[in-house]
């Protein structure tokens, strides 16, 4: 299995930036591939950001593109989520996910992903 621990989340001013992490551990990390979603109040979980387990091959939603950025460093066993010119409309509660093959047409369905963690909530004050 992998397990999946989120931390960095926060309040922010508009405009600001914020630094997600997601620490593995379990399955070497270098062998999953990683994905950030995020769930605001009353809506469904939407997909945010991917990136292979190399690192070399990343995805965004439309929503994000410019403005966040996906890595990993395989060496911490983390992958990140660097947020800017965040506003309200990013506020959500962000969940770290892992899955075992990386097909990138596939990379922003939930179902895509075998594991998930506890989710880190940030909020953007208008």
């Known amino acids: 299995q992998v397990q999946l621990v989120e931390s960095g989340g926060g309040l922010v001013q508009t405009g600001g930036s914020l630094k997600l992490s997601c620490a593995a551990s379990g399955r070497p990390f270098k062998n999953i591939n990683m994905g950030w979603f995020r769930q605001a109040p009353g809506k469904e979980r939407e997909f945010v950001a991917a990136i292979k387990k190399s690192g070399g091959t990343t995805v965004y939603a439309d929503s994000v593109k410019g403005r966040f950025a996906i890595s990993r460093d395989n060496a911490k066993n983390t992958a990140y989520l660097q947020m800017n010119s965040l506003n309200p409309k990013d506020t959500a509660i962000y969940y770290c996910?892992?899955?075992?093959?990386?097909?990138?047409?596939?990379?922003?369905?939930?179902?895509?992903?075998?594991?998930w963690g506890q989710g880190t909530q940030v909020t953007v004050s208008s």
């Open positions: 996910a892992a899955n075992r093959v990386f097909y990138a047409p596939l990379a922003n369905r939930e179902t895509e992903y075998d594991y």
